[in-house]
């Protein structure tokens, strides 16, 4: 079991996406099934500026820092009767190369280097992230007042609990997923629209066949204090 993990996030956007069940289900290992809402899954990334990052118990000034990417598709599974939900995470990126040596120790599964350019404009967020594997995804946008239009979400409240309740994560390690969940002290989101927006990932026909995929909103988080905590494992896990 790894010791619990606590910091500060002083930046998180999370852009989301809804995905033909079929073509999301096609991503995941057993046990999971994408969760729905209104007939489609939802796949996204979540982008995290982190800081202080150290053991539970250590002083602030021992923590490190680290920007992260995670790309995320919601999952429910049930696990000795119980139903459970979080997210699948099929890769990682991030700027710390501590997590690359220790092969995943800190943010289990596949993790890859990245460059990192975060701007902040008043009400304005720029991203621009490139990873060894030429991986890319850049969004500029700005706050608005609730959803965007089109959302599958009924209510800013809706989303921001969905979005919430996905604090476990899990991703593959060999012949097995290693659970990580997220415990945030403080949440509160802004909703934001992107003026442009461009993923590698997400717009790969080879995953996401041409009209199965669909932006649907994007959030904001400012200094989220929170920790993380090995959830154990997951087995068996089919190598593929």
């Given at each position: 079991?790894?010791?619990?993990?606590?910091?500060?996030?002083?930046?998180?956007?999370?852009?989301?996406?809804t995905?033909d069940?079929?073509?999301?289900?096609r991503?995941?290992?057993?046990?999971?099934?994408?969760?729905?809402?209104?007939?489609?899954a939802?796949?996204?990334?979540?982008?995290?500026?982190?800081?202080?990052m150290?053991m539970?118990?250590?002083?602030?000034l021992l923590?490190?820092?680290s920007?992260n990417?995670?790309y995320?598709?919601?999952?429910?599974?049930?696990?000795d009767?119980?139903?459970?939900?979080?997210v699948?995470?099929?890769?990682?990126?991030?700027?710390?190369?501590i997590?690359?040596?220790?092969?995943?120790?800190?943010f289990?599964?596949?993790?890859?280097?990245?460059?990192?350019?975060?701007?902040?404009v008043?009400?304005?967020?720029?991203?621009?992230?490139?990873?060894?594997d030429?991986?890319s995804l850049?969004?500029?946008?700005?706050?608005?007042?609730?959803?965007?239009?089109?959302?599958?979400?009924d209510?800013?409240?809706?989303?921001?609990?969905?979005?919430?309740s996905?604090?476990?994560?899990?991703?593959r390690t060999g012949?097995k997923m290693?659970g990580?969940?997220?415990?945030p002290?403080?949440?509160?989101?802004?909703?934001?629209a992107?003026?442009?927006?461009?993923?590698?990932f997400?717009?790969?026909?080879?995953?996401?066949?041409?009209?199965?995929?669909k932006?649907d909103?994007?959030?904001?988080?400012h200094?989220?204090?929170?920790?993380w905590h090995d959830?154990?494992?997951i087995?068996?896990?089919?190598?593929?």
């Amino acid at each position: 079991m790894l010791p619990v993990i606590k910091g500060l996030i002083a930046l998180r956007v999370m852009i989301n996406y809804t995905v033909d069940p079929e073509v999301a289900q096609r991503l995941l290992p057993p046990p999971f099934r994408p969760k729905l809402v209104k007939g489609r899954a939802i796949a996204g990334v979540c982008l995290i500026r982190m800081k202080e990052m150290r053991m539970k118990g250590m002083p602030k000034l021992l923590g490190l820092s680290s920007k992260n990417i995670a790309y995320r598709i919601a999952v429910e599974w049930e696990e000795d009767g119980v139903m459970r939900e979080g997210v699948y995470v099929p890769r990682r990126d991030n700027s710390s190369f501590i997590n690359n040596i220790t092969n995943g120790r800190i943010f289990p599964g596949r993790n890859q280097d990245a460059f990192f350019h975060f701007e902040e404009v008043g009400d304005r967020y720029l991203v621009d992230i490139i990873s060894t594997d030429n991986t890319s995804l850049s969004i500029d946008a700005k706050i608005i007042d609730g959803l965007p239009e089109g959302s599958v979400f009924d209510s800013v409240e809706q989303a921001s609990l969905f979005f919430r309740s996905g604090s476990i994560g899990y991703s593959r390690t060999g012949d097995k997923m290693a659970g990580l969940e997220f415990r945030p002290d403080n949440w509160e989101p802004k909703f934001i629209a992107p003026k442009t927006l461009r993923s590698s990932f997400f717009e790969d026909t080879d995953l996401f066949p041409e009209g199965s995929i669909k932006f649907d909103n994007a959030l904001v988080l400012h200094d989220i204090e929170h920790e993380w905590h090995d959830t154990g494992d997951i087995r068996p896990c089919p190598v593929g």
